[in-house]
């Protein structure tokens, strides 16, 4: 499991790095009024690919990880009442899930029947807004209770 935890957090700056890759691309996509190239179509899948593989380990953490919901809470502490159970049986898996349904419709963008032009406008906010989401839900060092490492292990 421990190696689960490790992979969910290497995989966060794998998708980052993707996802903001995807954001430059695809707003130069439209102001440079480009044709929609193979490589940014693939880009895009694979930012998608990367959403989805941590949504998967995600779901496996949040129902039989060391915190999952298998184990429960310890005596007497109630999930909403409880700032880390909060997080990271609710807060953390909706946004998060919001973000990589926003990341699935924006690569989606990619397959319409819409200007090249659309398409990068599109997939350019579904993608902005979906970082944000990302950024304001992950556990970050800084964040009293629920912080965790930059880097698994360290
Ligand atoms: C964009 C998607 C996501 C990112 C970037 C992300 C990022 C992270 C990070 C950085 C951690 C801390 C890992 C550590 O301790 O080193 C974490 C923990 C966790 N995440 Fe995610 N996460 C994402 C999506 C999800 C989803 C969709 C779920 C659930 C459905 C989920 C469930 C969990 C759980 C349960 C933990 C705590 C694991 C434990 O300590 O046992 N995550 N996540």
Redesign the pocket.
């Known amino acids: ?1 421990n190696f689960l ?2 992979l ?2 290497w ?2 700056w794998i ?1 980052l790095i993707l996802l903001l890759a995807s954001i430059v691309k695809s707003l130069s996509g439209f102001s440079g009024k480009k044709a929609l190239s193979a490589g940014d179509k693939k880009l895009w899948l694979f930012t998608m690919i990367s ?1 989805h593989t ?2 998967l380990i ?2 496996i ?2 129902f039989v ?4 919901i298998i184990n429960g809470t310890p005596e007497g502490v109630s999930v909403m009442k409880d700032p880390f159970y909060r997080f ?1 049986w609710v807060e ?2 909706v946004m ?2 919001i ?2 349904a926003l990341i699935t419709v924006g690569r989606g963008q990619a397959k319409k029947s819409i200007s090249d032009y659309a398409k990068y406008k599109k997939a350019f906010w579904f993608f902005l807004i979906a970082l944000v989401v ?1 950024l304001a839900a ?2 970050w060092p800084s964040r009293p209770g629920i912080g ?2 930059l880097i ?1 292990g360290m």
């Open positions: 499991m935890v490790a969910h957090s995989l966060r998708l959403a941590t949504l995600g779901l953490l949040l990880g060391k915190f999952g990271y953390h898996p998060m899930i973000a990589i990302i992950i556990p965790r490492a698994p």
